[in-house]
């Protein structure tokens, strides 16, 4: 009797203790919020204002004037630039050598993210490094990288590849090669986190009841890490729906061949065609703006339903 006597009253204890602890943090969260609050107010606003000025003359601003320009006539401009077949051209070869250029560096990105997390091999943090050079060096640069390479002429896999009837440079093989590279961080850096944090548990645990590699990685990995592969596609297919700079060098910019939507904007442009520029910048935009709505419509509805 006396024992369990004392075995309740430690019980209240732990449970009087965890309670004063609960009670602490709350305090203490009170008072973080409470200081907070009590923020220099023309400090708080001059930050907001800063930040939304900052984001007015950086985004807002450019934007509104493409799109102002685009519908100074209605929807005149976007059909009439439409009707060009320079621009349909364009339009699909940017939408084509993004969608293939997506395809690899999604099957490559997960590969490499599950490389990077789930195995410890010799130059893993060289790997890693690299992996964020994209980021670091200019697309020209890229580009030039591609053509001393691939070049039919002089480079040093072009000459015995155009030998066997594989042209890189000047064709649109280069120009996915070259979207890939500048894409290429985007997805891993949205993989590599997520894989970090829930760790290999479940892995194992699927690995120690018989499944196969395949059923692991399709019925455990995946479902834990589709949106960080979502997002990471998004932003990969709004990046290459941009890309200029290395596509411009290594593409050759002929109309109707090997233009690109980006260049074209560029030639228009220059060609005082002011009009089909402003309407294919716009498309352009819009559809990584689109890419974007949807994800997050999509998000919030998907996770109401794993609940």
């Known amino acids: 009797m006396a024992k369990r006597l004392s075995e309740r009253r430690r019980e209240r204890g732990t449970s009087s203790s965890a309670g004063r602890e609960r009670r602490s943090k709350r305090a203490q969260r009170a008072h973080h919020s409470a200081a907070v609050g009590r923020r220099n107010p023309a400090l708080t606003w001059g930050l907001r204002f800063l930040v939304v000025g900052y984001l007015l003359m950086l985004v807002l601003w450019p934007s509104w004037y493409v799109v102002q320009h685009t519908f100074a006539d209605g929807l005149t401009g976007i059909q009439t ?34 490389l990077l997390v789930r195995y410890d091999f010799p130059g893993r943090r060289v790997l890693s490094a690299l992996i964020d050079l994209p980021l670091s060096v200019s697309p020209v640069v890229v580009g030039l990288a591609l053509v001393l390479v691939y070049n039919g002429r002089y480079g040093w896999f072009g000459p015995w590849l155009e030998d066997n009837g594989i042209q890189i440079i000047f064709s649109w093989p280069g120009m996915v090669m ?92 220059q060609n005082f065609e002011q009009t089909t520029a402003y309407s294919v910048s716009f498309l352009l935009a819009f559809a990584a703006v689109l890419c974007l709505i949807v994800v997050a419509l999509l998000r919030p509805k998907a996770s109401k339903e794993s609940r």
């Open 81 to 114: 630039a439409l009707q060009d077949p320079d621009v349909q051209h364009a339009l699909l070869l940017t939408a084509e050598v993004s969608v293939l250029a997506v395809a690899i560096n999604l099957v490559f990105g997960v590969g490499v993210s599950l």
């Open 178 to 269: 070259a979207t890939c590279f500048v894409a290429l961080p985007l997805i891993i850096r949205e993989v590599v986190p997520v894989l970090e944090e829930i760790g290999d548990d479940q892995e194992q645990a699927a690995r120690s009841l018989g499944a196969s590699g395949w059923q692991t990685f399709w019925r455990i990995t995946v479902p834990g890490i589709r949106w960080a592969i979502v997002y990471g596609v998004v932003l990969s297919l709004a990046r290459s729906l941009g890309e200029f700079g290395a596509v411009k060098v290594v593409a050759g910019n002929v109309a109707g061949e090997t233009q690109t939507a980006t260049v074209l904007v560029q030639q228009k442009y």
